[in-house]
């Protein structure tokens, strides 16, 4: 049948599952907002506030779902503010398609209005782009962008399309999307190997990262850890690969990681590195990092393999399928004084705060409560993120989405819409502080329109936090443009861009106030106060090793 490029767009879309698209239109792309008008009823598009928004919305989209997420803008600046929702995704390996339209053909390298190289732009930031010129490469193009995304380590990809082409025809014929491979690399020797370390462990470690999410491999995880008989630490983007509530979990390692993990990491003598990418938020050292461990090391990624710390063995496959092999070959292990040496840590050395005052673990835990640990959770970037990792208890994969990788202010709210659009029977509440909140809040306004309803919670100390922590710790309490005592009241813009909105200063008006957000069933935000100097810990300075972690206790002792 023929078809203009702007129809095969949408039927490429339908071809490959998409039920919901992100987006703002503009004059290049004009042509596919009419096709998308015709099949209303097939394809639901968001109008976002912002197209930084839409990235995020379908970044959210993608990673409550594992489904291919996708956001569309025109050429230019409409294309440039999809850069940083581009970048999150990439850092985080989140499926996108990012679909711009661009200027004529024959305008492409002129300087014409709202002309930009978004493919050149977004080159480091994405899986593989392209520049599509002629009609008859448009199908094929968009197919080959739904399976690069979601192949291998997922990511996004960029599709950008001269106007012309959209207007232009051509002859469609519909396919079925290409089954998803996930070869494997790995040798029999390498199993081998592997299993070897694992047998010969007597302080084994399992350290679980995001790609144990991206390969639905919850279940052997669980499995592995009990066959190994090991205690199991997470990343950030690991948050719920793992059950928060087993007794063999320690918590996040890393910069504010558990004290636990922390020095559990630093005493082992094999860690096994399940989907991570051994980031300096989690290494600290790499000199020193797990000086007495042997490293395995199981990625999809070969790029990752002895790039930040060298592994004594590695697997390079998708982590479900090394996984199934090697618990099939690993006979049950043991080690109970190992174990219980971890526990006596886990009881030394416990999350903690000061219950006396409303403070953010305090707004997270009665979240946890509330929500009985089935909410589906986004933050934005700084104390409150590190907060929602470290106080609600995660024990599914896909609820907890936060901008690890690129840590983006202004992630969250946008990601928030995308996941309760991607899973609507989930309570989704997005926590932010009031330095990220402010920078994407007109995305309320996408929440009214639609009335999709999130949560979203506003933790308001009037300065940026994690910032100021620093500047309190190392600076000398040289306070640098980081107060935001000013005029902006939160619950007014609010109200003013159509959600309820809620102001608590007590912890006593905590839970009400969650429970009548709930019970609202539309957009609503909850501000809560606290006190400005509220300080994230565990922690360990940048640059040293993880096992200097120190918390409060360790900063009264030496003064």
């Known amino acids: 049948m023929q078809l203009t490029g702007a129809e095969i767009v949408v039927e490429c879309l339908k071809e490959q599952g998409v039920d919901t698209v992100f987006g703002y239109p503009g004059g290049t792309i004009l042509n596919v907002y009419d096709a998308l008008y015709q099949h209303g009823d097939e394809i639901r598009h968001i109008l976002t506030s912002h197209e930084q928004g839409a990235a995020h919305a379908a970044d959210g989209y993608a990673r409550a779902t594992g489904r291919v997420g996708v956001c569309m803008a025109t050429s230019g600046p409409g294309a440039t503010n999809l850069v940083t929702g581009i970048a999150t995704a990439y850092m985080d390996s989140v499926p996108m398609v990012a679909i711009t339209a661009n200027v004529n053909l024959p305008l492409l390298g002129k300087d014409s209005f709202q002309e930009v190289d978004i493919a050149g732009v977004t080159m480091p930031i994405t899986k ?76 084994p470690y399992i350290y679980l990262g995001g790609g144990a999410i991206l390969s639905g491999a919850s279940e052997e995880v669980a499995r592995f850890a009990e066959l190994l008989d090991a205690p199991v630490c997470d990343t950030l983007m690991g948050k719920g690969a793992f059950n928060g509530k087993s007794s063999r979990y320690t918590g996040m390692i890393g910069m504010h990681g558990t004290k636990t993990s922390n020095l559990g990491v630093s005493e082992c003598d094999l860690l096994v590195a399940l989907g991570a990418r051994f980031s300096d938020r989690v290494i600290g050292n790499p000199k020193r990092f797990a000086e007495k461990a042997f490293i395995l090391h199981i990625d999809i990624d070969a790029a990752e393999i002895n790039k930040n710390i060298h592994a004594d063995s590695f697997l390079v496959g998708d982590l479900k399928a090394v996984l199934t092999e090697l618990n099939g070959k690993l006979e049950q292990q043991s080690h109970p004084q190992w174990m219980a040496h971890i526990r006596e840590l886990k009881e030394k050395y416990p999350l903690k705060y000061d219950t006396s005052v409303l403070s953010c673990p305090y707004v997270i835990q009665t979240i946890d409560r509330v929500t009985k640990g089935e909410a589906l959770i986004t933050t934005d970037v700084g104390q409150h993120q590190m907060w929602a990792a470290q106080y609600y208890q995660y024990t599914k994969p896909r609820t907890f989405l936060s901008s690890g990788g690129l840590g983006t202010m202004g992630y969250g709210l946008g990601a928030c819409i995308g996941a309760q659009l991607g899973q609507p029977d989930k309570i989704c509440i997005n926590i932010a ?24 919670v506003v933790i308001n100390n009037h300065v940026l936090g994690m910032v100021r922590q620093w500047q309190t710790l190392f600076y000398g309490k040289r306070y640098s443009q980081t107060v935001l005592n000013d005029k902006v009241d939160f619950c007014k813009v609010a109200e003013g861009l159509g959600c309820a909105a809620i102001r608590v200063t007590t912890k006593e008006e905590v839970e009400p106030a969650i429970r009548r957000a709930i019970d609202l069933k539309a957009p609503v935000l909850i501000e809560c106060i606290i006190p400005e100097d509220d300080k994230v810990f565990p922690m360990v300075p940048a640059g040293a090793p993880i096992s200097e972690v120190f918390d409060e206790d360790d900063l009264q002792g030496q003064s």
């Open 433 to 456: 502080g009031d330095g990220c909140f402010r920078m994407n809040m007109q995305e309320l306004a996408t929440a009214s329109r639609y009335n999709i309803p999130i949560i979203q």
């Open 128 to 203: 593989h782009g392209y520049i599509v010129k002629n009609v008859e490469d448009l199908a094929e193009t968009l197919r080959k962008a739904f399976y690069i995304a979601k192949s291998g380590r997922p990511g996004p990809v960029l599709v950008d399309i001269t106007k012309d082409v959209t207007a232009a025809v051509c002859e469609f014929e519909p396919k079925e999307p290409r089954p998803l491979e996930r070869p494997n690399h790995y040798t029999q020797e390498e199993i081998d190997q592997a299993l070897a370390l694992l047998k010969a462990a007597r302080k």
